[in-house]
């Protein structure tokens, strides 16, 4: 049974037990606001000489959420999302043995931030909720607009891309129109414990930073095989194709003077394609699973605007083509290390207009640097 609805419109703040998330709970109680803070915890046991060099879901970022909330004055809730957590990380593991790059903060943003907790918030009575991620957003005209946050440095847009935009209908983003600087400020006036608090960086269920020792707990089977190059020559063997990405260009021991590149992961044959930085640029992607926010295709199926294939990327001017959920995105100019798993965010300017999941990429083609992958053999 939902609770009754309150006097005030009732708001749900995702406190993860940081700085920013701090100040948008306290943002929302000063615009008037009902506030209830939650802490999801994700099972994922991270020790706590682990937790001052990344932060997000242990034990002592419950404790600053909780006591936050207390020196606020707001009701607090924890939740267990143990088991939807370990979904994600079989998403991130299966992702990597398919020789894909995944995006782990945004299927945990599509299926839990703001879906799940809109989901406890409607047990709460509660219209909506409220997170501190660094974008703006507004309903025009009747329809959703997500923007980059004012702070292009912490512009976390990108990670929206596959957000619905009924359930962006129903979120508050408090933080978009400020600098981190400015937000710390508030933390310190405010007297919140989170104010001086280094930011989180890695995945929170990696807090090692190495997502290989994931692959090692869980038991997965690896794929080891060969390096080579894009005319097939042999480079080199490696311990299993799940420990490299595309654009990787340390960490594969492949020296000789040229910087070399991943280019392509081939598990099924063991191998991991190398070349040179004028092997490594992609001219188009092909994205699935599509989703808009606050646009219509044109009838035509096909527009201009500026793709991101990556979180820390520069978006690039792009013409796409839509035909139903799938879309042809064509780069004006080459962009580096496009990778199958990771999200394509479409913007016009600063205005998200949605994207999907890079289902594949084409890479330029370098005169004799077309590998064929049955002429190589794949036994290590």
């Not at 001017?317 to 959920?325: D, I, L």
């Amino acid at each position: 049974m939902s609770s009754p609805k309150p006097e005030r419109p009732r708001f749900v703040v995702a406190m993860s037990g940081g700085v920013d998330s701090s100040v948008a709970a306290w943002m929302m109680g000063e615009e008037g606001y009902d506030v209830i803070g939650l802490f999801m915890r994700n099972g994922v046991k991270v020790e706590e000489s682990e937790t001052r060099k990344k932060s997000c879901c242990s034990t002592s970022d419950a404790r600053d959420a909780r006591m936050v909330a207390a020196k606020l004055g707001l009701p607090f809730h924890s939740i267990d999302l143990g088991q939807e957590f370990k979904q994600i990380i079989k998403y991130f593991l299966d992702e990597y043995s398919a020789g894909r790059t995944p995006n782990p903060c945004a299927v945990c943003n599509r299926d839990l931030k703001f879906d799940e907790l809109l989901r406890f918030a409607d047990e709460l009575g509660a219209e909506g909720i409220a997170t501190g991620h660094y974008a703006r957003l507004d309903i025009e005209d009747g329809r959703v607009k997500v923007r980059r946050g004012v702070d292009r440095k912490k512009d976390q847009s990108y990670q929206l891309f596959c957000v619905s935009e009924a359930n962006l209908r129903r979120t508050r983003l408090p933080l978009g129109g400020l600098q981190k600087p400015e937000v710390r400020e508030m933390a310190e006036k405010v007297g919140l414990r989170t104010a001086k608090k280094a930011d989180s960086q890695e995945i929170c269920f990696v807090p090692s930073n190495d997502y290989r020792q994931l692959l090692a707990q869980d038991g997965r089977a690896l794929h080891p095989g060969k390096f080579v190059d894009t005319q097939g020559k042999e480079l080199g063997s490696h311990d299993g194709t799940e420990h490299f990405t595309i654009g990787q260009r340390r960490g594969h021991g492949i020296g000789g003077g040229t910087p070399f590149y991943v280019l392509e992961i081939i598990p099924a044959q063991g191998l991991v394609v190398l070349g040179p930085r004028e092997e490594a640029d992609f001219q188009s992607m092909t994205v699935d699973s599509l989703n808009w926010i606050g646009f219509d295709v044109p009838a035509s199926g096909t527009f201009r605007c500026e793709a991101q294939h990556r979180y820390h990327c520069t978006p690039a001017p792009a013409t796409v083509v839509v035909e139903g959920t799938r879309a042809v995105v064509t780069f004006d100019d080459p962009q580096l290390a496009v990778a199958a798993g990771q999200g394509a965010a479409l913007y016009h300017g600063d205005l998200l207009l949605g994207g999907g999941w890079i289902h594949s990429a084409e890479r330029v083609t370098v005169a004799g640097a077309e590998l064929d992958p049955a002429s190589v053999d794949g036994d290590s």
